[in-house]
């Protein structure tokens, strides 16, 4: 039977958490808005750590909304090519940077409901560039949140869009920390396999995976 975190375990863990995570940033490179954006778009079932390769050059050849709106479909795919899904994702970014010249007068909205208007941005999407970008309080779930939500008890629903609801309800505040927490909690301690459980784990007590 599965056993949910207690209200005093969710507590125990998020001072853990914003205390070792509190000035955490993404590990994705960026200079602005237009930068991070793309970046996040990209990292879709792909590593940050490829994404940084990809992009030096990519915003070199276009360094705006204005310059990537008007880029070739097939440069674009050059670009991107050693990215996962490259083909959509050359198609979506074309089609992004178009809409935000036509429809937001070449400026990118902050907001998450404008921002999921855009081609290529889910919820997850907007959310991470609302959080890195604002400090926004939004929870997104991408696979390390989704599996250190599920070890730690605080979720066992099976879809990205449930756990965001519940880790929003259970935590209610510091959650863009908390959200960088997990992420890098989940990349390099508790991976998907061989998790670093008696070395490196700062909260191997509330753990549900063990058993």
Do not use: W
């Not at 995570?21 to 879709?44: F, G, I, Q």
């Not at 999407?125 to 970008?133: D, G, S």
């Not at 959200?179 to 008696?198: E, M, S």
């Amino acid at each position: 039977m599965r056993k949910y975190a207690t209200k005093k375990e969710i507590e125990a863990i998020k001072e853990a958490f914003v205390s070792r995570y509190k000035d955490a940033k993404t590990e994705l490179k960026y200079e602005n808005l237009y930068e991070l954006l793309v970046s996040v778009m990209l990292s879709a079932q792909c590593t940050d750590k490829r994404v940084n390769i990809i992009t030096p050059a990519l915003f070199q050849k276009y360094p705006t909304t204005k310059d990537l709106s008007s880029a070739n479909l097939e440069d674009v795919k050059y670009y991107i090519k050693t990215c996962s899904f490259f083909n959509n994702k050359a198609k979506n970014l074309i089609k992004m940077a178009q809409s935000v010249e036509e429809d937001f007068d070449g400026k990118i909205p902050l907001d998450e409901k404008e921002l999921v208007k855009l081609a290529g941005v889910g919820q997850k999407t907007a959310n991470v560039v609302m959080i890195e970008y604002l400090q926004k309080n939004l929870m997104a779930v991408d696979t390390h949140v989704f599996r250190v939500a599920h070890r730690l008890g605080l979720s066992y629903e099976n879809t990205p869009e449930k756990v965001e609801k519940e880790l929003e309800n259970k935590f209610k505040t510091d959650l863009y920390i908390l959200h960088q927490g997990f992420v890098l909690f989940g990349r390099y301690i508790c991976t998907a396999k061989n998790p670093k459980c008696d070395d490196e784990c700062f909260v191997k007590e509330f753990c549900r995976y063990k058993d």
